[in-house]
């Protein structure tokens, strides 16, 4: 094992790291209902899918 064995492991990771954990973020905005006020280009409120006062 040469000294820049380490190194290299762990720069592997860091650039596997960061990706991933983007991707983990992303898929729990979609996924995830955490109640907030979501709004889109225009700046207008995103409604829910369906009508209020269904439930």
Do not use: Q
């Not at 492991?9 to 905005?29: D, E, H």
């Amino acid at each position: 094992m040469i000294a820049d064995t380490p190194l290299l492991i762990a720069g592997i990771g860091i650039m596997l790291a960061v990706p991933l954990t983007f991707m983990f973020a992303n898929w729990v905005r979609k996924n995830v209902d955490h109640g907030e006020m979501r709004f889109g280009p225009d700046g207008k409120a995103i409604e829910d899918e369906r009508p209020r006062g269904e439930d």
